[in-house]
């Protein structure tokens, strides 16, 4: 989400973006001889792609007409949207459905490439995707996106430590400090909390979740509001981890994912933020940690609630596609119930549907999944806006001087909110 693509994202296609969302049947070119040819444009899957061919070829024996092709780019995010920017903007129809970062929904459809896609599902079967994806794939209350498997950001502890000295998990930021400050005084050699505070998307993921667990937003009725007491204690309190509480190391500040996962993993703290892909890794045979560990919901402020940021990835149907008929059909296929739990306990997808949540096979193959539901249910997306893209840019250094010492949480703020002001009077 750096390049210069991304940058004048939020810019490009304005104008043309009005013609495009004003909706219309979708006109299929004439069929060619021969099946129609459909090409699914998506991130690496990591592990085996095997069973996602599989999932297509099952839908291409129940649409015997039309043939559908995967091709994968990279799995940085970060290049994916280099790729889809570029071809999008120039109008390319060389691929037909493809996957979007949940934060890229609204900047895609006002420039004009993305096609409306509410009118596929019943509102029965809207109700049943978790709320924080339905927003998500939102522009002007209108659907142009399908979500199609989530995360959320967790907690997760050492229970063997916690239960050792008296401690339940914690529910409230206060008692994490109080609990990993209780530990560190007769474990050596460890760590009190690790999280992700390089200045990257990730940073932007853990301070937003501690804004929202104090009460505190960024836009409120379409204005900025990050500039606010709430938000201000909540990225001091941040700061504080490191320098006051001292529960967590300076190290954080350059953390991302992988840092604090290996760390923990190699049993080096109590407590860690991460996503929930990292629970597989460390229950892997001959983890240190295997069967050592628990999840629960991020703590909250007193007074306020976990605010768990919204990750995961939605389906989008190319508005410049030929076959668009066609495609949408690809597309109900990839966001189905059985799809989603094919690719749940083959891949290891977290589904948006949630009455997935309560099926017996998911359960057994993925104990973890059920004690997820309630983290998803509260998972809160960043900023739904189509320049979302450009305030990342600017929050991005801004949260990482305040944690770093360099700017104090009100100045960092106040820069903030008047750059987002800018950006925002765009609008």
């Given at each position: 989400m750096k390049s210069t693509a991304t940058i004048r994202i939020g810019m490009i296609g304005i104008v043309s973006s009005l013609i495009f969302l004003t909706g219309c049947s979708p006109q299929s070119s004439p069929p060619p001889e021969g099946p129609v040819r459909l090409v699914l444009k998506l991130g690496k899957i990591f592990g085996d792609p095997g069973p996602l061919r599989r999932l297509l070829d099952q839908f291409e024996k129940e649409n015997p007409g039309i043939r559908v092709r995967e091709e994968m780019l990279p799995s940085s995010s970060d290049e994916q949207h280099q790729f889809y920017a570029t071809n999008l903007?120039?109008?390319?129809?060389?691929?037909?459905?493809?996957?979007?970062?949940v934060i890229w929904?609204?900047?895609?459809?006002?420039?004009?490439?993305?096609r409306e896609v509410g009118?596929?599902?019943p509102a029965a079967e809207r109700e049943d995707f978790f709320p924080g994806p339905?927003?998500?794939?939102?522009?002007?209350?209108?659907?142009?996106?399908?979500?199609?498997?989530?995360?959320?950001?967790?907690?997760?502890?050492?229970?063997?430590?916690?239960?050792?000295?008296?401690f339940r998990p914690p529910?409230?930021?206060?008692?994490?400090?109080?609990?990993?400050?209780?530990?560190?005084?007769?474990?050596?050699?460890?760590?009190?909390?690790?999280?992700?505070?390089?200045?990257?998307?990730?940073?932007?993921?853990?301070?937003?979740?501690?804004?929202?667990?104090?009460?505190?937003?960024?836009?409120?009725?379409?204005?900025?509001?990050?500039?606010?007491?709430?938000?201000?204690e909540a990225l001091g309190f941040m700061r504080d981890l490191i320098v006051k509480y001292r529960v967590s190391p300076p190290l954080v500040t350059s953390a991302v994912e992988e840092t604090a996962r290996n760390?923990?993993?190699?049993?080096?703290?109590?407590?860690?933020?991460?996503?929930?892909?990292?629970?597989?890794l460390l229950q892997r045979e001959g983890?240190?940690?295997?069967?050592?560990?628990?999840?629960?919901?991020?703590?909250?402020f007193p007074g306020g609630r976990s605010a768990p940021t919204l990750g995961g990835w939605q389906l989008g149907l190319n508005r410049h596609s030929r076959y668009p008929r066609e495609a949408e059909k690809l597309l109900i296929f990839l966001a189905s119930s059985p799809s989603q739990k094919f690719l749940a306990l083959s891949v290891g997808y977290h589904p948006t549907?949630?009455?997935?949540?309560?099926?017996?096979?998911?359960?057994?193959?993925?104990?973890?999944?059920?004690?997820?539901?309630?983290?998803?249910?509260?998972?809160?997306?960043?900023?739904?806006?189509?320049?979302y893209l450009m305030i990342t840019q600017v929050l991005q250094p801004e949260f990482s001087a305040a944690l770093s010492g360099i700017k104090s949480p009100g100045r960092a703020l106040r820069s903030a909110h008047k750059q987002v002001e800018h950006i925002m009077g765009a609008e």
């Open positions: 903007e120039a109008g390319s129809s060389d691929f037909d459905v493809f996957s979007l970062d929904v609204p900047s895609f459809a006002r420039a004009g490439w993305l009118h596929l599902l339905v927003e998500a794939v939102q522009y002007w209350d209108r659907w142009f996106a399908l979500p199609w498997y989530i995360d959320a950001g967790l907690l997760y502890y050492r229970k063997g430590l916690l239960e050792k000295y008296g529910r409230t930021w206060p008692e994490l400090v109080q609990a990993a400050q209780a530990v560190l005084r007769k474990e050596k050699g460890i760590y009190g909390f690790l999280w992700q505070g390089k200045q990257y998307e990730g940073l932007v993921c853990n301070v937003l979740e501690y804004m929202g667990s104090n009460g505190g937003r960024v836009f409120q009725k379409g204005r900025a509001v990050i500039d606010s007491p709430e938000n201000q760390i923990f993993g190699n049993g080096g703290a109590l407590f860690m933020r991460n996503w929930p892909y990292a629970w597989g983890s240190p940690v295997r069967g050592k560990i628990g999840i629960a919901p991020l703590p909250f549907r949630k009455s997935l949540y309560r099926d017996k096979d998911l359960a057994e193959a993925q104990p973890l999944l059920p004690r997820l539901y309630g983290i998803f249910m509260e998972a809160i997306p960043r900023p739904v806006t189509p320049y």
